[in-house]
């Protein structure tokens, strides 16, 4: 056994000895670069030998060999901090998670007390526990169902806002304001009505402009330099219906759909709503026209927070105007909510207000396609209106107005042909096409633009100005430059030249920013 000890002994010293010998020589190795006597001991010794030149290069030598060791000590000051900070982290997150923990037994302990109450509630109501549910939804208990109901603060119901208006809207019923007039006159009344009531002014033309694109898509973009009365034509409007339009103020921070119609948290059990939500449930009690101003809308990117409304917009059926708010659905959800699923009404319209300038975001040909924009770019001027009220309208009316337009006033023949032929043009000189969504929305739009007291060419000048020369931006303006002026002759040929000064104006500003 003794024998065994010594090798054990003499066996591990080989390895312990190599280790203190790696300790000792790294803590003999900093006392040797710390050892300014020997360096001075050297400088003594040769010193009597060196010429000026050489003492230059000796204090070169000293002022190098100063800096690394202040590099080594600097180094060494980093790493001790590091180390102090990561174990400071990890202080913290264990502190952290001990208390996470703690906060989980205590909501534990309040889902445990809140069972407990809704136990109480139930049992006042005459049920068993557990028995609810299955009692409720018996059609011959329809008494006890509003009891409960009216427990709207037990926090049961993840929609509290579209319940509240379920309740709101129990016994209403569509009303009919009988509603007569033309849209000529329609123009007339809301240009009267913002200027007596509102002293807001703008001409005959805007407005009609305004009410065209109302027919021609449901989201219309106000757009132009700011203070010129883009938010305020939607606000105006809103007023004149008797509907407040719903105002969303866009925020740089929107990134999807959450932002406008809200989201289901998780942890409480509760659907966040939005006011953009409870407008449209709202309008799908009514038959009156509503409206929901998105201001400022490209101060994020308009394709992130409304593509999927872009995209539902776009539906031939209204049928198919369906979004998903939740995946599944509960006893107590709304009562327009089917499976989670809302119908996005019919009777309201999104318009944009946009700004043009450094701090927003280009807006998307696929924004632009879907939409019609109109230019607000000057104020209108002040004039003697007549006083007019406020009237209520029916989105059918409204709407059958739109339908009855458009077939009184179909593109002539002519001006089908004409557009055709500067399609072509417009393909074989700037390699842009006009699509067949842009040509249906066009027709929707001059006709109604006909009807509200316009002219066809007018009309197909400013919706060709505004949806296909806008592309032109895209484009290097150095390198078609040259054709802008065949262009616009094109268009003195083809319409004349006392026509189409919206595209021409257009074209011309174009060709000064080169």
């Given at each position: 056994?003794?024998?065994?000890?010594r090798?054990?002994?003499e066996f591990?010293?080989v390895f312990?000895?190599?280790l203190?010998?790696?300790g000792q020589?790294?803590v003999?190795?900093i006392t040797?670069?710390?050892?300014?006597?020997?360096y001075?001991?050297?400088?003594?010794?040769?010193?009597?030998?060196f010429?000026?030149?050489?003492?230059?290069?000796v204090i070169?030598?000293?002022?190098?060999?100063?800096?690394?060791?202040?590099?080594?000590?600097?180094?060494?000051w980093?790493l001790?901090?590091?180390?102090?900070?990561?174990?400071k982290?990890?202080?913290e997150?264990?502190?952290?998670?001990?208390?996470?923990?703690?906060?989980?037994?205590?909501?534990?302990?309040?889902?445990k007390e809140?069972?407990?109450?809704?136990?109480?509630k139930?049992?006042q109501?005459?049920l068993?526990?557990g028995e609810?549910?299955?009692?409720?939804?018996?059609?011959?208990?329809?008494?006890?169902?509003?009891?409960?109901?009216?427990?709207?603060?037990?926090?049961?119901?993840r929609?509290?806002?579209?319940?509240?208006?379920d309740?709101?809207?129990?016994?209403?019923?569509?009303?009919n304001?009988?509603?007569?007039?033309?849209?000529?006159?329609?123009?007339?009344?809301f240009?009267?009505?913002a200027a007596s009531?509102?002293r807001?002014y703008?001409?005959?033309?805007?407005?009609?402009?305004?009410?065209s694109?109302?027919?021609?898509t449901?989201?219309?973009?106000l757009?132009g330099i700011?203070?010129?009365?883009?938010?305020?034509?939607?606000?105006a409007?809103?007023k004149?219906?008797?509907?407040?339009?719903?105002?969303a103020?866009v925020q740089?921070?929107w990134?999807d759909?959450?932002?406008?119609?809200?989201?289901?948290?998780?942890?409480?059990k509760?659907?966040?709503?939005?006011?953009?939500?409870?407008?449209?449930?709202?309008?799908?009690?009514?038959?009156?026209?509503y409206?929901t101003?998105?201001?400022?809308m490209?101060?994020?990117?308009?394709?992130?927070y409304?593509?999927?409304?872009?995209s539902?917009?776009?539906?031939p059926?209204?049928?198919?105007?369906?979004?998903?708010l939740?995946?599944?659905?509960?006893d107590?959800?709304?009562?327009?909510?089917?499976?989670?699923?809302?119908?996005?009404p019919?009777?309201?319209?999104?318009?944009?207000?946009i700004?043009n300038?450094?701090s927003t975001?280009?807006v998307t040909?696929k924004?632009?396609?879907?939409?019609?924009?109109?230019?607000i770019?000057d104020?209108?001027?002040?004039f003697?209106?007549?006083d007019t009220?406020?009237?209520n309208i029916?989105s059918?009316?409204?709407?059958?107005?739109?339908a009855?337009?458009?077939q009184?006033?179909p593109?002539?023949?002519?001006?089908e042909q004409?557009?055709?032929?500067?399609?072509?043009?417009?393909?074989?000189?700037?390699?842009?096409a006009?699509?067949?969504?842009?040509?249906?929305?066009?027709?929707d739009f001059?006709?109604?633009?006909?009807e509200?007291?316009g002219?066809?060419?007018?009309?197909v000048?400013?919706y060709?100005?505004?949806?296909?020369?806008?592309?032109?931006?895209?484009?290097?303006?150095?390198y078609?430059?040259d054709?802008i002026?065949?262009?616009?002759?094109?268009?003195?040929k083809?319409?004349?030249?006392?026509?189409?000064?919206?595209c021409?104006?257009?074209?011309l500003?174009l060709k000064?920013?080169?």
């Amino acid at each position: 056994m003794n024998t065994f000890i010594r090798f054990l002994y003499e066996f591990m010293s080989v390895f312990f000895n190599g280790l203190f010998t790696i300790g000792q020589g790294i803590v003999s190795g900093i006392t040797q670069m710390f050892n300014f006597s020997e360096y001075l001991y050297i400088i003594q010794f040769y010193k009597n030998d060196f010429k000026v030149s050489e003492w230059i290069l000796v204090i070169i030598a000293i002022v190098v060999l100063l800096i690394l060791l202040g590099l080594i000590i600097a180094i060494g000051w980093l790493l001790i901090r590091k180390y102090i900070r990561f174990r400071k982290t990890l202080v913290e997150q264990e502190s952290m998670l001990n208390e996470i923990a703690e906060l989980n037994k205590k909501v534990t302990g309040l889902v445990k007390e809140k069972e407990e109450i809704l136990a109480m509630k139930v049992s006042q109501l005459g049920l068993k526990p557990g028995e609810e549910a299955e009692v409720l939804s018996e059609e011959d208990n329809k008494d006890k169902k509003e009891e409960v109901e009216t427990l709207d603060d037990d926090g049961n119901y993840r929609f509290s806002k579209l319940h509240a208006i379920d309740l709101q809207f129990r016994d209403y019923k569509v009303q009919n304001y009988n509603n007569t007039f033309t849209l000529e006159e329609l123009v007339e009344q809301f240009r009267n009505f913002a200027a007596s009531k509102l002293r807001l002014y703008y001409t005959t033309n805007m407005i009609r402009l305004f009410i065209s694109a109302l027919s021609a898509t449901k989201l219309v973009i106000l757009q132009g330099i700011s203070g010129t009365g883009k938010t305020s034509l939607a606000y105006a409007w809103g007023k004149f219906i008797k509907r407040d339009a719903i105002i969303a103020s866009v925020q740089p921070s929107w990134r999807d759909r959450t932002e406008l119609f809200g989201y289901f948290n998780e942890f409480t059990k509760k659907f966040n709503e939005t006011d953009v939500l409870k407008g449209m449930y709202i309008a799908g009690y009514t038959d009156d026209v509503y409206v929901t101003v998105l201001d400022e809308m490209n101060i994020a990117r308009v394709e992130y927070y409304f593509a999927e409304m872009l995209s539902i917009l776009e539906m031939p059926s209204r049928d198919e105007w369906v979004i998903e708010l939740v995946p599944s659905s509960w006893d107590n959800d709304p009562k327009k909510l089917k499976n989670g699923k809302l119908q996005i009404p019919g009777n309201m319209w999104y318009i944009g207000t946009i700004n043009n300038d450094d701090s927003t975001f280009a807006v998307t040909d696929k924004v632009y396609d879907r939409a019609m924009p109109i230019d607000i770019n000057d104020k209108g001027q002040v004039f003697t209106p007549v006083d007019t009220e406020a009237m209520n309208i029916n989105s059918s009316y409204l709407e059958g107005l739109f339908a009855e337009a458009k077939q009184k006033h179909p593109l002539s023949e002519e001006m089908e042909q004409k557009i055709s032929d500067m399609d072509d043009y417009v393909i074989k000189h700037f390699r842009i096409a006009f699509g067949n969504r842009i040509v249906k929305q066009m027709r929707d739009f001059v006709a109604t633009y006909i009807e509200c007291g316009g002219t066809e060419v007018d009309g197909v000048d400013y919706y060709i100005a505004r949806k296909i020369l806008r592309k032109f931006e895209q484009l290097n303006l150095a390198y078609i430059r040259d054709e802008i002026d065949g262009f616009i002759e094109y268009l003195n040929k083809t319409f004349g030249k006392e026509n189409f000064n919206e595209c021409k104006d257009y074209l011309l500003r174009l060709k000064k920013l080169v």
